[in-house]
Every structure is written in structure tokens, then in C-alpha cells.
Nanobody, 120 residues
Framework: QVQLVESGGGMVQTGGSLRLSCVASGFRFESHHMSWVRQAPGKGPEWVASISSASSYTYYSDFVRGRFTVSRDNDKNTLYLQMNSLNPEDTGLYYC?????????????WGRGTQVTVSS
């Protein structure tokens, strides 16, 4: 059974940082491209970042490039998202996705999410 369990969300002030984690199980983590997706209240989901299976390539949306860093530890079956210089527009539910960028918005690949709230 595929499981993705996100953690590390919370409430921070503008300019703060958070590190999200996603522990994967039930599939060969090291063989899959992985992504982060977020959904703000009242809005549709948007792709945030992706990483290739061996961490050779990383990809970022324009609104997080330079502030967020996606990484993974295949020995620990864990995906990370380091988020710096947070602003209120980053508020939302953050989901780990067992998918490359092109498929990341398909909900069937997501975990349950972790809430990030950035106050001004």
C-alpha cells in the first residue's frame, strides 16, 4: 500500500523558514521522480517543485525559485522541501506527490498534506 506522510508544517511570520518532510512507503521510492504541490484556500492546486529519482535534476516554479529547495534521501525514503523567505502567499496545504512534474497535479498521487500558514 502506497503511503506518503507529510510533516513539518506550521505557522511562521513573513520571512521565516520551514522544512517539510515526506516519508514514503509501499513503493520503490528511489525509482520515482517526486514533487511538491500546494493548494491555497479557495484556489486550485499548483505545482511547487520536483526532483528526479537520483537527485540529478531539480525543478522549481517561478514563485518559489531561489527561496525553496527540494531534496531527498533515498536511504530514508524521505522527500524534503526547505522553504525560506516565506510570505503570506505561500500559505496553503502542501502535498508530497509520487509523480514527476507533468503528473504532479493528479490528486491520486498525493499524501494527506501538511498545513503551512505564513502571517504578515
Amino acid at each position: 500500500q502506497v503511503q506518503l506522510v507529510e510533516s513539518g508544517g506550521g505557522m511562521v511570520q513573513t520571512g521565516g523558514s520551514l522544512r517539510l518532510s515526506c516519508v514514503a512507503s509501499g513503493f520503490r521510492f528511489e525509482s520515482h521522480h517526486m514533487s511538491w504541490v500546494r493548494q491555497a484556500p479557495g484556489k486550485g492546486p499548483e505545482w511547487v517543485a520536483s526532483i528526479s529519482s537520483a537527485s540529478s535534476y531539480t525543478y522549481y516554479s517561478d514563485f518559489v525559485r531561489g527561496r525553496f529547495t527540494v531534496s531527498r534521501d533515498n536511504d530514508k525514503n524521505t522527500l524534503y522541501l526547505q522553504m525560506n523567505s516565506l510570505n503570506p502567499e505561500d500559505t496553503g496545504l502542501y502535498y508530497c506527490a509520487r509523480a514527476p512534474r507533468d503528473d504532479a497535479l493528479m490528486r491520486q498521487f498525493w499524501g494527506r498534506g501538511t498545513q503551512v500558514t505564513v502571517s504578515s
